[in-house]
């Protein structure tokens, strides 16, 4: 079982940058993927990054050049997110897929001010 913890959001200006965390309970190497998603107000849910064990990533047209997807460590993956818009506003969520199972975070609030 895998428990995931977000860190790291909060109020930026337009044009700033923000470094999100997700702690996992074991190691990554357990885990087939790790993504993170994005739900803004009125919006459905949608992929904004995807990393494997093998470290290969995938990235959601509309981030592509700004954010970036990382393991940090055994237990950690970041999304460094540079040149925001205020169209990134959004709840962000770490998401773990292992085997048959898929886990996620609750959540962390990102809000960009123009």
């Known amino acids: 079982q895998v428990q995931l913890v977000e860190s790291g959001g909060g109020l930026v200006q337009a044009g700033g940058s923000l470094r999100l965390s997700c702690a996992a309970s074991?190691?990554?190497?357990?885990?087939?993927?790790m993504e993170w998603y994005r739900q803004a107000p009125g919006k459905q849910r949608e992929l904004a990054a995807a990393?494997?064990?093998?470290?290969?990533t995938n990235y959601a047209d509309s981030v592509k050049g700004r954010f970036t997807i990382s393991r940090d460590n055994a237990k950690k993956v970041s999304l460094q997110m540079d040149r925001l818009k205020p169209e990134d506003t959004a709840v962000y969520y770490c998401?773990?897929?292992?085997?048959?199972?898929?886990?996620w975070g609750r959540g962390t609030q990102v809000t960009v001010s123009s």
């Open positions: 074991t190691s990554i190497r357990s885990i087939n993927a």
């Open positions: 990393i494997t064990s093998g470290g290969s």
């Open positions: 998401k773990a897929v292992m085997d048959w199972n898929v886990f």
